[in-house]
């Protein structure tokens, strides 16, 4: 039984990969036209992951563990699924289900600039599976980056 020390190891990996999901909302954001900058965005990540530690440990031991953990990323998730069905209604102006090279553009810069990026299947179009295979696509190459470690793998 080592439950706890697994738990404080697992924590800081976990964060990080809070992080680069936090990074994402991007393609959520309204396209406000301004870019905001390295600097902002990592102390916003910073500031993020601390207010995050607080709302995780619920009951303040100062170690998360792995139901505290699992309550949040369940939240977690559901609020960006929320979000992201919110920004995506909003920019799909006809209400199809699926988002032209048009719609992309007035909705968010960055989704046109990767638009082909996203639309795997190629039609045209981006729907929100396609959306979220790119951004767990990102998320993944993000959180490569940040493993000390990569297992060989080819
Ligand atoms: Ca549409
Ligand atoms: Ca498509």
């Given at each position: 039984?080592?439950?706890?020390?697994?738990?404080?190891?697992?924590?800081?990996?976990?964060?990080?990969?809070?992080?680069?999901?936090?990074?994402?909302?991007?393609?959520?954001?309204?396209?406000?036209?301004?870019?905001?900058?390295?600097?902002?965005?990592?102390a916003a990540q910073?500031?993020?992951?601390?207010?995050?530690?607080?709302?995780?440990?619920?009951?303040?031991?100062?170690?998360?563990?792995?139901?505290?953990?699992?309550?949040?990323?369940?939240?977690?998730?559901?609020?960006?699924?929320?979000?992201?069905?919110?920004?995506?209604?909003?920019?799909?102006?006809?209400?199809?289900?699926?988002?032209?090279?048009?719609?992309?553009?007035?909705?968010?810069?960055?989704?046109?600039?990767?638009?082909?990026?996203?639309?795997?299947?190629?039609?045209?179009?981006?729907?929100?599976?396609?959306?979220?295979?790119?951004?767990?696509?990102?998320?993944?190459?993000?959180?490569?980056?940040?493993?000390?470690?990569?297992?060989?793998?080819?």
């Amino acid at each position: 039984m080592q439950k706890t020390s697994h738990s404080m190891r697992a924590a800081p990996i976990a964060l990080v990969a809070i992080a680069a999901l936090a990074a994402m909302p991007c393609l959520a954001a309204e396209g406000s036209g301004k870019a905001p900058t390295a600097v902002d965005e990592a102390a916003a990540q910073k500031a993020y992951i601390e207010r995050s530690f607080e709302k995780i440990d619920t009951n303040h031991d100062g170690q998360i563990d792995k139901q505290e953990w699992q309550a949040f990323i369940t939240a977690y998730l559901q609020k960006q699924k929320q979000d992201f069905d919110a920004s995506f209604a909003a920019a799909d102006k006809n209400h199809d289900g699926k988002l032209s090279r048009k719609e992309a553009q007035e909705a968010n810069p960055l989704l046109a600039k990767y638009f082909d990026d996203i639309d795997a299947d190629g039609d045209g179009f981006i729907t929100p599976d396609e959306i979220r295979a790119a951004m767990v696509q990102k998320q993944m190459e993000s959180v490569d980056e940040i493993k000390p470690e990569t297992p060989a793998q080819k």
